[in-house]
């Protein structure tokens, strides 16, 4: 992502499009099945050991494991305060569509980068564009062509014209391994960059990555990630460093699990022949392993919180909101209709109508949850996407 910040002299945009680009991996692994269904929490609250909080809330379509939106925020003089929003359009098959990244301005969510996905036979195509005064700009291209057990990710950069192979990667599959081949161009042929082999366990979980580079005419050792499974999540984490004949233990890490989510992180450094505390990024994983995000930290502990009693059900045999996404106004369409209540999705009531129309004008960007009612006392809910 180096040429990114260079070329566009934005970090802020070079992260997001790397957290987009970071998707590549579980795209490829899910393709092939590894990552299944996990029990994902809805709202995750991590804090370092200064007493810095951030906080994810998730939330799901019918495929539980595909997340449609994800809304971070910070923890900011005793406020909670947005700070990012991504969101997910996906087709009837349950494959993703859109993928929309906002940053908070203050007032409203402000687009800054999107991903458009197309789909053919064994083939899949990813589109990256940024947001710049006004319109939407060409940034990256990723093909994925799959082929028995090998799929290809040959990634393109828009010159402003046209587009540019920039690097190609290589997955190839084994039984209980995954190798990775970094390429990119030069002089008009791939130069070999990095190889990354993943060992995994019979049930699809990793178990090691070591990361080769390519110097001069052979591939020689960099690092080693080893994950120490208990249950099917990793009890612990140790990186290793090549020193040119054999590995340094550099950094270890050390979880505690509650319901297969990681509940405190611990890191630690080699220094003198002993672990020390060390402050660095410390890999958070839930639902057992099937997702996980990086928190800088020497300590980090995180609580879950499930949105109790909000949860999308069908009591009431049909229900109808429109236009979806909602701008102003929405309309509510149920048999023997009582009333409406809009919340937000940690269980906020911050709406109650009960006409079957409702202004949402006031509300800012994002996903809410609509409940609807009969009077039978049955109840409806259902996501809301305010635009």
């Given amino acids: 992502m180096a040429i990114l910040v260079m070329a566009f002299a934005n970090v802020g945009l070079a992260q997001s499009v790397a957290k987009l680009k970071n998707h590549e991996l579980k795209t490829v692994m899910r393709h092939y099945g590894l990552r299944g269904e996990g029990d994902l929490p809805e709202t995750a609250i991590w804090t370092t050991v200064d007493g810095y909080q951030q906080k994810r809330i998730y939330m799901y379509d019918e495929y539980d494991y595909y997340l449609t939106e994800v809304l971070e925020q910070n923890l900011l003089d005793g406020n909670w305060v947005n700070r990012e929003q991504v969101t997910y359009e996906y087709d009837f098959d349950g494959r993703v569509l859109e993928c929309y990244d906002y940053a908070w301005n203050g007032d409203d969510w402000e687009a800054i980068a999107w991903a458009s996905y197309s789909y053919e036979e064994d083939k899949m195509e990813i589109v990256y564009q940024y947001w710049d005064e006004g319109a939407w700009v060409n940034l990256l291209k990723e093909v994925y062509n799959y082929n028995d057990n090998v799929t290809t990710v040959l990634i393109w950069i828009w010159n402003g014209n046209n587009w540019s192979s920039d690097e190609l990667h290589t997955y190839t599959f084994g039984d209980t391994s995954i190798e990775v081949l970094m390429q990119y161009m030069q002089g008009g042929a791939w130069q070999n960059e990095e190889k990354d082999t993943y060992t995994l366990d019979f049930d699809g979980h990793v178990e090691e990555i070591l990361v080769q580079g390519w110097v001069g005419t052979n591939w020689v050792n960099d690092t080693r990630t080893t994950y120490n499974l208990e249950g099917g999540v990793f009890a612990s984490k140790f990186i290793a460093d090549w020193n040119g004949s054999g590995w340094d233990n550099a950094y270890m890490f050390r979880y505690i699990y509650e319901d297969g989510n990681a509940t405190r992180g611990e890191c630690y450094q080699m220094s003198g022949g002993e672990w020390c505390p060390a402050d660095e990024e410390i890999e958070m994983a839930y639902g057992y392993s099937t997702n996980s995000v990086y928190f800088a930290g020497k300590e980090v502990d995180m609580v879950y919180v499930d949105v109790t009693g909000l949860k999308e059900d069908s009591q009431i045999a049909c229900i109808k909101v429109y236009p979806v996404p909602a701008e102003n106004e929405i309309f509510i369409q149920a048999e023997d209709f009582q009333k ?48």
């Fill in 340 to 387: 409406a209540e809009i919340y937000s999705v940690t269980g906020q009531k911050l709406m109650e109508s009960q006409l079957e129309n409702m202004n949402v004008g006031t509300l800012p960007s994002g996903v809410y949850l609509l409940k609807v009612y009969d009077r039978s006392g049955n109840a409806a809910t259902q996501k809301l996407m305010v635009k």
